[in-house]
């Protein structure tokens, strides 16, 4: 082999070859390289650029690249076991992720929180308390006085009483 060359490892024995036996909830663990969210990553030579190690898990088992966004039914960000994986795109991985109660956090655990329960929902009676327009919408001078009151923004008081 002239000097400089070498054989390069078929994808599939170097995908393989970076997965950590298997964990008590069936994901397989990668154990290659991570990007900044925990995804696995693995060199893709005609791209010359890393790829997810997860749509190279769905290209062995599938022969054919995904459409669009591959989810988790695990959860687990560097898991590659196949069985785990399903197409989706942002709204279907949204709805598992709220449906899996992984969604916001409200009220006190929402580390943005800066209200106890409590005064929010003395903010929500006194907003829904607040007389309104013939168009049905709650008039200015009410939001401002409650807004005022407890040092909040329009879109803060939005926020409060539409979520």
Request: net charge positive.
């Given at each position: 082999?002239?000097r400089?060359?070498?054989?390069?490892?078929?994808l599939?024995?170097r995908f393989?070859s970076?997965?950590?036996?298997?964990?008590?909830?069936?994901?397989?663990e990668?154990?290659?390289c991570?990007?900044?969210?925990?995804?696995g990553?693995l060199w893709?030579?005609?791209t010359?650029?890393?790829?997810?190690?997860?749509?190279?898990?769905?290209?062995?088992?599938?022969?054919?690249w995904?459409?669009?966004?591959?989810?988790?039914?695990?959860d687990?960000?560097g898991?590659?076991n196949?069985?785990?994986l399903?197409?989706?795109?942002?709204?279907?991985?949204?709805?598992?992720?709220?449906?899996?109660?992984r969604?916001?956090?409200?009220?006190?655990?929402?580390?943005?929180?800066?209200?106890?329960t409590?005064i929010?929902?003395?903010?929500?009676?006194?907003?829904?308390?607040?007389?309104?327009t013939?168009?049905?919408?709650?008039?200015?001078p009410?939001?401002?006085?409650?807004?005022?009151?407890y040092?909040?923004s329009?879109?803060h008081?939005?926020r409060?009483?539409?979520?």
């Open positions: 082999m002239p400089g060359t070498y054989e390069r490892t078929p599939d024995a393989l970076k997965i950590r036996q298997p964990i008590d909830s069936g994901c397989w990668w154990a290659g991570k990007d900044k969210d925990g995804y990553l893709y030579t005609p010359q650029n890393n790829i997810r190690a997860t749509w190279v898990s769905f290209w062995l088992v599938n022969k054919r995904p459409s669009g966004m591959l989810c988790h039914t695990c687990n960000p898991c590659v196949p069985n785990h399903f197409e989706g795109n942002a709204k279907i991985n949204w709805d598992d992720m709220v449906r899996k109660g969604g916001r956090y409200k009220g006190e655990n929402n580390g943005k929180c800066c209200f106890p409590e929010v929902a003395m903010i929500i009676t006194e907003y829904e308390s607040l007389p309104r013939q168009s049905g919408r709650i008039a200015r009410g939001r401002q006085k409650i807004m005022e009151k040092g909040i329009s879109t008081l939005y409060l009483v539409k979520y």
